[in-house]
């Protein structure tokens, strides 16, 4: 149990375009879900925190324009990244944290990641 | 930003030999959880200690807390080659989301 999928695993976009990536929990239903992002060789650096049926709540640094994250349901989360360029080119890991259950509800369980690289 | 450091930043050891790496932190943590990361790949989680524990056993994997110092340690023993990877500690403030600390690659050789 306790699965998270993300979706694309990697994609490719020409600088200046959108892209979407998805984050789903699959058995469990999460009130909470983070996006990382993480650079080369580097540790993963929180970008923000989605919330359920509100706004994500953004770590200082990360532009909420520019990393639209949405949300709509208690199994997904989407973060679209808006007019790419080449330093946005990472990879995006998303977690969702458990939702009740006093033994699990400081639990996060991480998605595979999507790689993403802008030309 | 990051609540853990940890300590080395690399290791190179050979295959059967211990592997120890180290994490501190700053804040009072609920817990504190250690990930393994393969090049390119997504997080594995290894093993998790509460904050009123002092020490946790997986398998080859034995991880240390000691709240007072505001460090852990995860002890790797008998490694194998395919225990190479970046090994990452993250803190569990309890409200927000993990932090991840820097990390350690650690390289086995056969």
């Known amino acids: 149990g306790a699965v998270v999928s993300q979706h694309p695993s990697w994609v490719i976009c020409k600088s200046g375009t959108s892209v979407k990536i998805e984050c789903r929990s699959l058995?469990?239903?999460?009130?909470?879900m983070f996006w990382y992002r993480q650079f080369p060789k580097q540790s993963l650096m929180l970008m923000a925190t989605?919330?359920?049926?509100?706004?994500?709540?953004?770590e200082q640094g990360v532009e909420k324009d520019k990393f639209l994250i949405n949300h709509a349901s208690l199994t997904l989360s989407t973060l679209t990244v808006t007019s790419a360029h080449p330093e946005d080119s990472s990879f995006y890991i998303c977690?969702?944290?458990?939702?009740?259950?006093?033994?699990?509800?400081?639990?996060?369980?991480f998605g595979p990641g999507t790689r993403l690289t802008v030309l | 930003s990051q609540q853990g450091e940890e300590d080395p930043q690399a290791l190179s050891i050979q295959e059967g030999e211990n592997a120890t790496m180290n994490c501190s932190y700053k804040?009072?943590?609920?817990?504190l959880q250690w990930y393994r990361q393969n090049s390119g790949r997504g997080l594995v989680h290894l093993i998790l200690?509460?904050?009123?524990?002092r020490e946790k056993h997986s398998g080859r994997l034995r991880v240390t807390l000691d709240t007072s110092k505001k460090s852990s340690s995860l002890l790797i023993t008998a490694s194998r080659a395919a225990d190479t990877a970046s090994y990452f500690c993250?803190?569990?403030?309890?409200?927000?989301?993990?932090?991840f600390g820097k990390g350690t690659t650690l390289s086995v050789s056969s």
């Open positions: 977690s969702a944290r458990v939702l009740g259950g006093t033994d699990r509800i400081n639990e996060q369980f």
């Open positions: 058995d469990f239903q999460a009130t909470t």
């Open positions: 989605s919330n359920e049926g509100s706004k994500a709540t953004y």
């Open positions: 804040t009072s943590i609920n817990n």
């Open positions: 200690i509460r904050s009123n524990e």
């Open positions: 993250a803190t569990d403030l309890g409200i927000t989301a993990l932090i």
